[in-house]
C-alpha cells in the first residue's frame, strides 16, 4: 500500500486529504470513501461527514493516532474500491505532517567525510551506538515545493536519505518488535546550510539554523510489505544531471534498530519520522559540488517514488548576533539577561 | 499576568484548562469565563460551549495560534473578574504543551564546566554565536509529575533553566522587536541522563537518548511586564538541601537575542519555547553530586515559583544496540537495511 496526500481546493482554500493506493495504483480518497460508508449505513449527510472528518482529518499523523479506527477504515476503501473516492492525477502535498523528527547517520561513507570535513577522525561511537539529532517538525515542506534560501547561509545542500515512518505507537521496543510500529518508509531530503552547520558542530550541539528551517519528504509512504528486504536504489540529479547513485544497503545500523534503539525509554508515536542520515554521496559536500538558487532536486528511491524541489532565492541579509567581546581570561566582559 | 493549565477532572477523566491571574493572584478559567460572556451576549448554552471550547482549547499552544481570539479573551477575563470563572488552589498542570522546542547554552560558567568535562577546550563559537539543540515537545511534565528513569541510564540530572514562551509569531526578529513575540518566561527543568548524552556528544549531533525521554516545565508562565528587567533569582534544591543558588543575569546571549537569533529564516510559532540552557551552578555535574531515585528536586525561580518533581525508580534494561565489529581499515564488517 502507499499513502500520500493530495491537495484540494474548497472555497476557504487548499485542503490537504489523505489518499491511499493499492498495488495497481489507484488512488482513493480515503474521507470520501469512509462518507460514503457511513451513507450506506444509514448516517445523515451531516453525521457522515462529522464522522469521517474525525476518524480522517487533514493530517496523517492525528489520522494515524486513531489507531485501527483509522488503518480499518484505509484496509475497507482499499477493499471495497468506490468510484466515487477514485482520484485521478492528484496533486500532491507532503505526504507526512510528522509529530517529531530525529534523524539519524547510520551511512559510513558519509559521516566518515563529514568527520574529516571538520577535520576529526570518525569517533568510536559511530561504531557503538546509533547517533542522532532532532529537527524541526513544523517546518516540513511537500513534492515541488520551493525550498528556502536562508539570508544566513551561502551553501544551501541537499540530503539524500530514507525516511521512517512510525505507524503505532511504541516504547521499549527490539528489532524483533520494531518493524510492527513502521508504517513504511518515504523519501527524506534533510535540507542543510553547510557553512552555518559546520560552524554550530564545533560546539558540539545540534545542528540547530543549520537544519531547521527546512526538511522535504514525500510523495508518499510505501508499506514495508511492498519494499525488498534487500535494499533500494537511491539517485540524487540536480538540473538533470546524476550527482549520485547508490544503494539504502549500506547502512551500519538497520531500520529495524534504529526504531529499537529511539524507542529505549520513549514513547513512540504514530507519525514521528526518523532519518537514517544522508546516503552514500547522498549531499554536496563529499562530491564537491555547489548549488545555485533555482537548482532543481530530484531524489528517487526504488519504489518510492521522486521528491522533486527547487531551490529559492536567497533570503533577506539576517540578523548576526555581534560577536561577544571577551576579558584577558577568556570570559565575556559584560553579561546580559532580558536585553 | 500569569498563565497556567489546571487539571479538571470529567467523566471521561481529567482535562487540562487554561487559567490565568493577575497581579493580585486569583485565577481564573478562561474558558468558563468566554462561556458566561457569551451567554451575556445571547449565545445558547451549546453555542457557548462550542464557541469557548474552539476559542479557549486544552493546549495552550492551541490556544495562542488564534491570536487575539484568544488574547483579547484573556484580557476581558481578568478585567471583568467573573465570580463563575474563578478558580481556588487549583491543581496546576505543565503550563505549556510546547509546539517546537529549542535548547540554547548560554551561561559561561555552566557550557565552561561542560566542554572541561568531555576534555575539550571552550571552543570560539560560543562567544560568536549562540548554539543551540532541538529537544522532543512531546516529552514534556508539568509539577509534582514523577519524572521517569530511563533503563538505560546511570546518571539522571535535573537542569535549571529559564523558558522563554513564544507568544506571536515572527521571523527574521532582531533583539528590538523580539520582546514583542514574547508571551513570558517559565522555570524549565531540561532533564539529563548524563552517561548517555556524554556518549552522544562525542559525535557531535545531539545529544539525543540523554535528553529526549523528559522534560518539565512549569508551574506558571509569568508575562514580561511583570519580571525586572536586571535578573532573577534562581535556585535548586534537593530533598530541600540548597544545591544552586544563582541568577539570570549572567547570559552571555540575552533573551532578545536569542529569540531573534532563532527567529532567523525561520517561523517561530505560537507556543514555541526555547530554553537558556543551564544556569551557572544549575546541575549536578559541576557541584560534583549525585541524584537517586527518589528524590525531591525542586527549582525556583524569582516571579516564576517552584517547580517540584521526584524522581522516578529506573525503568527495565534496554535493549542495547550490539557494537559493530570492524574490518583492518576500521570500517564496519557487515552493512544492513531493513533487519
Not at 503505532?168 to 508504517?183: E, F, N, R, S
Request: aromatic letters at 6%; one cysteine or more; proline letters at 7%.
Amino acid at each position: 500500500m502507499k499513502l500520500a496526500r493530495r491537495k484540494a481546493q474548497t472555497p476557504d482554500g487548499p485542503v490537504t486529504r489523505i489518499i491511499a493506493a493499492d498495488r495497481d495504483g489507484t488512488w482513493f480518497d480515503i474521507r470520501t470513501g469512509l462518507r460514503r460508508h457511513l451513507l450506506r449505513g444509514g448516517a445523515s449527510q451531516d453525521a457522515a461527514e462529522r464522522i469521517a472528518a474525525a476518524t480522517v482529518p487533514a493530517g496523517l499523523s492525528a489520522a494515524l493516532a486513531g489507531g485501527a479506527a483509522f488503518t480499518d477504515v484505509v484496509a475497507r476503501v482499499l477493499d471495497e474500491r468506490p468510484g466515487e473516492a477514485a482520484v485521478q492525477d492528484p496533486v500532491l502535498a507532503n505526504a507526512l505532517d510528522p509529530v517529531s523528527y530525529r534523524d539519524f547517520m547510520v551511512f559510513e561513507e558519509h559521516f566518515s567525510f563529514g568527520y574529516r570535513w571538520q577535520n576529526k577522525a570518525v569517533p568510536d561511537i559511530m561504531y557503538e551506538l546509533p547517533i542522532s539529532y532532532a529537527g524541526d517538525p513544523l517546518s516540513f515542506l511537500g513534492p515541488d515545493d520551493v525550498i528556502p534560501w536562508p539570508g544566513y547561509t551561502q551553501r544551501l545542500d541537499y540530503e539524500l536519505e530514507l525516511g521512517i515512518v512510525i505507524g503505532k505507537a511504541g516504547t521499549g521496543l527490539t528489532p524483533d518488535t520494531a518493524l510492527d510500529h513502521v508504517l513504511g518508509l518515504t523519501i527524506l531530503n534533510d535540507v542543510s546550510a553547510r557553512d552555518i552547520q559546520a560552524r554550530e558542530m564545533t560546539g558540539g550541539l545540534g545542528p540547530s539554523k543549520g537544519k531547521h528551517f527546512a526538511c522535504v519528504t514525500g510523495p508518499v509512504i510505501t508499506t514495508l510489505d511492498e519494499l525488498p528486504g534487500d535494499g533500494l536504489g537511491m539517485r540524487a540529479r540536480v538540473n538533470g544531471e546524476t550527482w549520485c547513485e547508490t544503494t539504502s544497503a549500506q547502512m551500519v545500523w538497520s531500520v529495524a534498530e534504529l526504531v529499537a534503539w529511539a524507542s529505549q525509554g520513549e514513547l513512540l508515536r504514530p507519525g514521528a519520522l526518523l532519518g537514517s542520515g544522508t546516503c552514500n554521496g547522498g549531499s554536496t559536500v563529499e562530491i564537491d559540488k555547489k548549488l545555485a538558487p533555482g537548482d532543481r532536486i530530484a531524489l528517487e528511491i526504488d519504489h518510492l517514488g521522486a521528491l522533486d524541489n527547487t531551490l529559492g532565492e536567497p533570503g533577506p541579509e539576517p540578523w548576526w548576533p555581534p560577536v561577544r567581546e571577551r576579558a584577558a581570561d577568556g570570559t565575556a566582559s559584560q553579561l546580559r539577561f532580558l536585553r
